[in-house]
C-alpha cells in the first residue's frame, strides 16, 4: 500500500508545484493586460452599433440575412416547421421567431428577408401584439423585405407570366400588411440571370438588383477590372426604361471566410473578455479588417457589402447578432474602415450618392460554369415532366382567374378558388423547383401542391361554367374536367354511355380556332357543332403509353371568340349518319416501301420524308418559295462518370461532344384525312417516337415526341436531344427566348464581355430555351416553340438542338445528394410528352408567324364536360352554347396578361405587346380603348400601376445613374405618359407591360 500511497502523493505535489510556477512566472505573459489598448468591452455593456456611412472612409455594409429555399432537400413544409432534421437541419419559423426577438433588442440591428411564401405563413399565425411589433420594425427600417416574391425565382427555366404573377402576390401581400414596395432585387442562389429579369424589376419600380452567381471567367474579369457593378439594360426595345443597377456579391451570399457566427458554422465567436487565455478581438479585427480590403480592391467605390448569412441560417439569430454589434463596434474602434448594419437599399442609395459613372450591360448572364468543367446547363432540361405541369398550371391559373371573375361579376358564389394555385405556382417558380435539382420526394411534393390547386381550380370553373350556361334556367348540369388529355385518357369522353356535351373556352383576347383532339372508345360517334349540325371530324388510333388510354382519337376544329366559349357534342345516339360511314371523319394508314418519299402537303408547306432512313429531309414554304433541306434525329449524350466533375440534376457534361444516335432504323406509317395529316415515327429502341402533323390550312408543323423510359441497362447515364440539322447559312449564331419575350443572339465559343476560354464545347455552348429558338440566313428561318424550357444550342452551322430528357447515375457534388434518375409511375422510368412547333419563313416574316402561334401554344384552350341527360338538341334548346366576355378583340399585337377581379369591385388588368422591336410590321405603337374591353361590366375608373400592382405608377421615383459613353442619365419613370383618362384609351409600344 505505501509505496502506491507515496505515488499519488508526489504526483499531486508535483502538479502543485507547476501550478505555483506557472502562475507566478515572472516572464511577459502569452496574453497580455491591455491597459490601453481601445479594443475593450465597454463599460456599460452596449455596444456601439450605430455607425452610418462616413465620408472619406472605406464603408463595410453590414448585412444581416437568411437564404431559406421555399423546398429543395426537404419539402416546402419541412423547411418552414423544422421537420425532418435527418436530411438538413432546418427550420424557417424558427429563424423568423429569434431574428424579431434580436431586433428587438437593438434598434440599430437590421435584417432583410426575402421568400413571402413563408413569411405569409409565420405571419399569419402570430398575435396581434406581434404583429404590430413586426410592422413598427418593417416601418423603422429594421426588418426590410427584400425581392418580395412568394419566392427566389430561377431565371432560366420560367416564364414571365409566372415570374409576374408571383412577384405581385408577395407584393401585395407586403403592401396590404406594411404599407411598402419592395425596391431591390436580391436573387443570390439562382444558376445564372436573365435580362428579362432585370426589364421586370424596372418595370416594377425597382431600383438595384444584386446576385451571386456569375461564370467564374467572367468573375476574374469584373474584379481585374472593378466591373462587379454595373447597369444592366434589359430591353432592346424598352431601351433605357429597362435600365437597372446590377451588382455581382463577393462571397456568394455567405460572409467572408471565419466569420460565420451561426450556432452550426465552426468559427470562433469574438471573444471580448481581455481578462481570457482566448481573448480576440485583434486578431478577429484585423482579420475582418483585411477581408473587407480584399474585397474592396475589386469594388469600385468606397462602399463594400457583407453578406453576413446564409442557408436557413439565424434559428438562434443572438449568436449572429451579438458577434457583429461587437464586430462593429471594435471594428470602429480601430477605425481603419468604417462598419455599419445595413440593408441592400441602404448601400445602393450610398452608391448613388457617389455619383459615379458605371459600365452598361445589353447580354445576359448565362450560361453559368463555376470550374472548367462543370457548366450549370443541364438543369435548363431536369424533370421535364415537371416544367411541362407547371406550364400547363401557369395558364390553367389564368383561365381559373377568368372564371373568378366572371362569377363575381354575375354574382354567383363558387366552391373554390385561385389563390391556391396561384400561390402553389409561386412556389414552384423557385430556384431549386422548376429547375429539376430539388430530390425526388421534394419534387413529387411540388406536384401534389400544383395538383392540389388544379383540383380547386377545376371545381370554380366547372361551377362557373354550369351557371354560365344556365342562362335563366336552374344549373342541371354537372360539368368535369379531363386532366390527362396528354396521355389519351378522359372518362368523359372515352367511357360515356350516352352523349357529351364539350365547352370549349378561350382565354386568349381574341378568336382562334385549332383542332381539339380527343380520346374515344370507338369510330362510331359523331362530332356536332352548337347548332347541333355535324362537322368534320378525323380518326386517328391513339398513340400513348399509358395503358388506360383509349383506343382511338377524334379530332375536330373547334372555333371560339375572345373570353368565349362554344359548344360540340360527341354523339353516339346519331351515328346511322351516312356521311360518317362515308369517310368524313376516317383517317388511313399509309406505307409505300417501293416510293423514295414520303410527303405531306398542305396549301402553305411541303414536308418531305424519306422512306429509307424514316427521317425528315425537306421543307418547302409554298408561300414565299422557301426551300430548306432539313434533317431531324433523336440522340443522346453519354453522361459523364469519370474522375472529377460528373452530370447531374444540375450541371451537363458530356462523356463525348459526338452523341449517339438513338436508333439507325426509323419506321414511317403516315394517317390522313380531311383536317390534318400525320406521320408516325418509331424508333427501333421503341423508347422514342414522334407524330408529325400538319393541319390542312395551317403555317406550321406539330411536332409531337414521347421519350422513355430510357433505358440504363448498359449502365450509363444518357441525356436525349432532338436535333435539326438544315442547309441555312445560319454560321456560328442561334437565337434563344428570355422568358418567352425577346430574343438574344448566342455566338458558339463567345462571350460578349469577356474572351472565353472554352473547355467544354457542348455544355458551354448551351442556353436556356423558354419558349423559342431560330436560326437564320439572310432568306430563311427555321423557327421551333417549345411547351416547356428547355436547354438548347447550335453546335455546327445550320443546326439546332434541344434536350428533352435526361437520366443520370451520379450525383454532380452540388448538394442535392441523388442523381436525376426519375422512377416514373410503375418504377421503370419516366415517360415524357412534349410539343413543338415548326415554322420556315423569310427572316422579315417570322414574328408574324410564330408570335401568334406561341401565344396560342401557351395559353391553350380550357375544356369541361357534361354528360347528357338527354340529346343534343335537348341541350341546345335550354342552355347558352355561346358566348363572349369582350365587346371586341384586342389588337393582334396585344396579349390579355392578366384578368384578376381584386376587392372592391377592383378588376386587374395586364397588356402585353407581344412583338419586339424590328419584328416586322406588327412591331408599332398600337391603341387599346378600355372602355370596348368587357362586356356586362361598366368601367368607372382606371388608376395605372407598377408591374407587380402594388403601388401607382405615378408614385415610382426610381433612381437615375450615369451610364459609361453616354449622354446623361437613366429616366426616372418607367413608362411614357400614354393613359388618356379622359377615354380609358392607353398606347402600348412593341414590348410594353402595362397594369
Known sequence: MFPRLLVVWTVVVCLLVSVWAVGHDTREPTRPHHPRNPLTRPVDGVYNTGAGVVEGKLNVHVVPHSHDDVGWLKTVDQYFYGANNSIQHAGVQYVLDTMTLSLDEDPHRKFIFVEIGFFQRWFDEQSEAKKERVRRMVHDGRLEFINGGWSMNDEACVNYVDTIDQLTEGHRYIMQNFGVAPRIGWHVDPFGHASAQAQLFAQMG?????????????????????????????????????????????????????????????????????????????????????????????????????????????????????????????????????FLYSTPSIYLDALHAVNATWTLKTDDFFPYADCDHCYWTGYFTSRPALKTYTRQMSSFLQSCRHFEWFAVRDGVTTNGHSQHLARSMGIVQHHDAITGTEKQHVANDYARLLSGGQDECAALINHEMGALVAADNDNDIVFMQCPLLNVSVCPATASAQGDVAIVVYNPLARRRCEL????????????????????????????????????????????????????????????????????????????????????????????????????????????????????????????????????????????????????????????????????????????????????????????????????????????????????????????????????????????????????????????????????????????????????????????????????????????????????????????????????????????????????????????????????????????????????????LQVHLLTLQGLERGQLLLRLDHMYAVGEGPEAVPVEVSLRKLLKDTEIVDVVELSLSANQRREDVHRLRWHIKDEMGATPPVDVPETLDEATFTITLEPMDLRT
Open 516 to 891: 381539339v383532339r380527343l380520346p374515344v372508345a370507338s369510330m362510331d360517334v359523331l362530332v356536332l357543332d352548337k347548332d347541333g349540325t355535324q362537322v368534320p371530324s378525323q380518326f386517328v388510333p391513339t398513340s400513348s403509353p399509358n395503358t388506360e388510354a383509349a383506343p382511338y382519337t377524334v379530332a375536330f376544329e373547334a372555333c371560339a371568340s375572345a373570353l368565349g366559349y362554344t359548344t360540340f357534342f360527341l354523339s353516339s345516339t346519331q351515328k346511322e349518319n351516312s356521311r360518317h360511314k362515308e369517310g368524313l371523319g376516317g383517317g388511313k394508314k399509309v406505307a409505300d416501301p417501293i416510293r423514295d418519299e414520303l410527303i405531306m402537303e398542305n396549301q402553305h408547306l411541303r414536308v418531305t420524308f424519306s422512306t429509307q432512313t424514316g427521317l425528315l429531309t425537306h421543307l418547302h414554304n409554298k408561300d414565299s418559295g422557301i426551300d430548306v433541306d432539313v434533317s431531324q434525329n433523336f440522340y443522346w449524350y453519354e453522361s459523364y462518370f469519370g474522375d472529377g466533375q460528373k452530370s447531374g440534376a444540375y450541371i451537363f457534361r458530356p462523356q463525348q461532344d459526338d452523341p449517339s444516335p438513338v436508333a439507325s432504323n426509323v419506321s414511317l406509317h403516315q394517317y390522313t384525312g380531311p383536317l390534318f395529316t400525320e406521320v408516325r415515327q418509331e424508333w427501333g429502341a421503341q423508347w422514342v417516337t414522334q407524330s408529325v402533323r400538319l393541319p390542312h390550312d395551317a403555317h406550321h408543323l406539330e411536332v409531337e415526341y414521347t421519350v422513355g423510359p430510357i433505358p440504363l441497362d448498359d449502365h450509363l447515364g444518357k441525356e436525349v436531344i432532338t436535333r435539326w440539322s438544315t442547309s441555312i447559312a445560319s454560321g456560328d449564331e442561334i437565337y434563344t427566348d428570355v422568358y418567352g419575350r425577346e430574343f438574344l443572339k448566342r455566338r458558339r465559343n463567345y462571350r460578349p464581355t469577356w474572351k472565353l476560354k472554352v473547355t467544354e464545347p457542348t455544355a458551354g455552348n448551351y442556353y436556356p430555351v423558354n419558349a423559342a429558338a431560330y436560326i437564320k440566313d439572310t432568306h430563311a428561318q427555321l423557327t421551333v416553340l417549345t411547351a416547356c424550357s428547355q436547354g438548347g444550342a447550335s453546335l455546327a452551322d445550320g443546326q439546332m438542338e434541344f434536350m428533352l430528357h435526361r437520366r443520370l447515375l451520379w450525383d454532380d457534388s452540388r448538394g442535392v445528394g441523388e442523381p436525376l434518375n426519375e422512377p416514373g409511375l410503375d418504377g421503370k422510368g419516366l415517360i415524357v410528352r412534349g410539343m413543338h412547333y415548326v415554322t420556315l419563313s423569310a427572316p422579315e416574316q417570322s414574328a408574324s408567324l410564330f408570335r401568334p402561334l406561341l401565344e396560342k401554344l401557351t395559353f391553350p384552350p380550357v375544356m369541361t364536360f357534361a354528360a347528357l341527360p338527354g340529346t343534343p338538341q335537348d341541350y341546345i334548346a335550354t342552355h347558352k352554347v355561346v358566348d363572349s366576355a369582350m365587346i371586341q378583340d384586342l389588337p
Open 206 to 338: 425597382y431600383d438595384g438588383f444584386f446576385f451571386a452567381r456569375i461564370d467564374s471567367q467572367d468573375r476574374q474579369r469584373r474584379w481585374d477590372d472593378k466591373e462587379m457593378e454595373m447597369v444592366w439594360r434589359g430591353s432592346a426595345s424598352l431601351g433605357k426604361r429597362s435600365d437597372l443597377f446590377t451588382g455581382v456579391l463577393y462571397n456568394g451570399y455567405g460572409p467572408p471566410s471565419g466569420y460565420c457566427f451561426d450556432s452550426f458554422c465552426r468559427d470562433d465567436p469574438i471573444m471580448d473578455d481581455e481578462t481570457l487565455e482566448e481573448y480576440n478581438v485583434p486578431e478577429r479585427i484585423d482579420g475582418i479588417v483585411a477581408a473587407a480590403l480584399d474585397q474592396a480592391g475589386k469594388f469600385a467605390t468606397n462602399h463594400i457589402m457583407f453578406t453576413m448569412g446564409s442557408d436557413f441560417q439565424y434559428e438562434n439569430a443572438d449568436a449572429w447578432f451579438k458577434n457583429l454589434d461587437k464586430l462593429i463596434h471594435y471594428g470602429n474602434l480601430d477605425g481603419r474602415v468604417n
